[in-house]
């Protein structure tokens, strides 16, 4: 599956972002898809996850109740709502994709396949 990441930005502290993940492959369903994010100097970041079906979300503790995953198998997308931005939450996010979707996966190591990245830069 190849992942394409967009709607990164320059956004006000306190504002909102919604990025999108296109996917193609007639499998997209069977996918956990993920964000992470990260700054240059920094390890990659959990922000997000969601299994095959959208029954099931997790979240890194620090976006908790300001992000919201969700997906569209219809569309093959997967998107982030970034709410209440922040100055902390400016980074390069990544949308990735693994198999054997059934639980929101926060390991990096276990998705195997990523998009390219989408800047977000939030100024206080």
């Known amino acids: 599956v190849q992942l394409q990441a967009s709607g990164g930005g320059l956004v006000q502290a306190g504002g909102s972002l919604r990025l999108s993940c296109a996917a193609s492959g007639r499998t997209f369903s069977s996918y956990g898809m993920g964000w992470f994010r990260r700054v240059p100097g920094k390890e990659r970041e959990f922000v997000a996850a969601?299994?095959?079906?959208?029954?099931?979300?997790n979240y890194a503790d620090s976006v908790k109740s300001r992000f919201f995953i969700s997906r569209d198998n219809a569309g093959n997308t997967v998107y982030l709502q970034m709410n209440s931005l922040k100055p902390e939450d400016t980074a390069v996010y990544y949308c990735?994709?693994?198999?054997?979707?059934?639980?929101?996966?926060?390991?990096?190591?276990?998705?195997?396949?990523w998009g390219q990245g989408t800047q977000v830069t939030v100024s206080s």
């Open positions: 969601i299994n095959w079906n959208g029954g099931t979300t």
């Open positions: 990735a994709a693994r198999r054997g979707g059934a639980v929101p996966e926060q390991n990096a190591y276990e998705y195997r396949y």
